[in-house]
């Protein structure tokens, strides 16, 4: 898997994977996502498999507001390089790609990134089937969020970096395509056993 921030030229890729992976009601539109890559392109994560095709991405602003709200997801002015939350409003993988660790190895990246800068945390809301997924990776669930983005339920999920956070969950990410295969190959097939 090769992982790489978001430009304007992915934009039409990253509308085509939104639309799949969500409903319409909760899918950001061509115009919504433009919006935000104009004004955060370096808070995109993308993953791609071997032949460069878009199978997974994670993207999300940064603020100075530590929960998330409809608001966010509307107005890309929310975003505040200087913020100390990450808001996390896409987490998507290619269904034919999904339960394959895709995203997994995405999030790992964009939380590696996030607490190198010297963020006090992430916040993103799932439904109450994902939470345990999130939890793997440090979360806690907060209960239901304010959002009723999509008319759906949400819970809010919040991972905070402190002294305390570790990686015990997570592996590294490397620049090197070959080098995530074969990590991400080990973590797939060790977990088959």
Partial sequence: MYIRKAGMD???RITELEAVCFSASEAADRERLRGRLETYPD???LGFDD???LISFVAGPLTKESDLTDEMFENP???DPDGDWRMIFTVCTAPEEQNKGYASIVMQRMIRETKAMGKKGIVL???EPKIHYYAKFGFENEGISQSTHGG???YQMRLTFD???HYEHMFDISDDPNENKRMF???FWGSQC
């Fill in 51 to 53: 032949f460069r095709n």
């Fill in 43 to 45: 808070s995109f994560w």
């Fill in 152 to 154: 759906e339920v949400w």
């Fill in 77 to 79: 002015s929310f975003h």
């Fill in 10 to 12: 992915d934009l039409d």
């Fill in 163 to 165: 002294e305390e956070y």
């Fill in 125 to 127: 809301t799932c439904k």
């Fill in 185 to 187: 190959e080990d973590a």
